[in-house]
């Protein structure tokens, strides 16, 4: 991070800490214009997401969603600067910010078709068919109903969407970003992966406060289960109890 960047947003510094991040000097942040894109950007995909509905928003593309912008007026076009920083968070290698995990998708427009996955019912989330579809229901067999799916599958716009959100959070902090969500091009959910929960654990199901639950002590015991961000990991991801490996 440069000093002039630093010195544009010192006020993060004070939100950041007191929020509980550890906020180190290195920490790479957006420009001030790639800012002010982000901010665009990010209410313009909630938008999409109000009008498509969210299990649709979890597999919508990148050009249908600029294809629905475009339509729609209230949500207006993508400008030349929020698709300039899209492109910057798929392309981009994000290990200059401490994400080394590998990269999932390749192509920014990237399809998922309904015939290749199967809704599960009072979710909003798909799961792909085949293995993911068979060692949930697996899970869920051996483990009983209080355990359910959180987040299934995600194309590149439903994880544009949660990457943005997170770095609005974070007043455009990419290093602490990147520990705590994959960027778009980078998520396992686009291929297989998926999360489960604690049911009446709420927002916990996504800190270490799964952990200490019966159901990911059930969880461990199941050979055929294993979690795809363990503590230390070398992707540079925060541990993630919730997030069931498949691919």
């Not at 001030?32 to 209410?43: A, V, W």
């Not at 969880?219 to 991801?237: A, F, K």
Request: net charge positive.
């Amino acid at each position: 991070m440069t000093r002039r960047n630093f010195l544009l947003y010192s006020s993060t510094v004070t939100a950041t800490v007191a929020s509980g991040s550890a906020l180190e000097s290195s920490d790479m942040f957006l420009s001030q214009n790639e800012y002010k894109s982000l901010i665009s950007l990010d209410l313009k995909l909630r938008q999409i997401k109000r009008y498509v509905g969210f299990g649709n928003f979890n597999l919508l593309s990148y050009e249908d969603s600029l294809k629905i912008a475009a339509r729609v007026p209230k949500i207006g076009r993508f400008t030349k600067e929020e698709i300039e920083l899209t492109y910057k968070f798929f392309y981009e290698n994000p290990s200059k910010y401490g994400f080394y995990g590998e990269r999932t998708c390749f192509n920014i427009n990237n399809k998922i078709s309904k015939k290749d996955v199967v809704k599960i019912p009072h979710s909003g989330h798909y799961i792909f068919k085949g293995k993911s579809t068979h060692d949930y229901n697996r899970i869920i067999s051996d483990i009983g109903d209080t355990l359910y799916l959180t987040s299934g599958v995600r194309n590149v716009v439903k994880q544009l969407s949660l990457y943005c959100s997170k770095l609005k959070s974070l007043k455009g902090n990419m290093t602490q970003a990147s520990l705590d969500i994959a960027p778009p091009s980078h998520s396992f959910h686009t291929i297989g992966d998926f999360d489960v929960g604690k049911m009446g654990l709420g927002g916990k199901n996504f800190t270490s406060a799964f952990a200490k639950t019966k159901e990911f002590h059930q969880m461990t015991q199941l050979e055929y289960i294993h979690i795809r961000y363990s503590p230390n990991n070398l992707d540079g991801v925060r541990y993630e109890p919730w997030h069931v490996k498949i691919v």
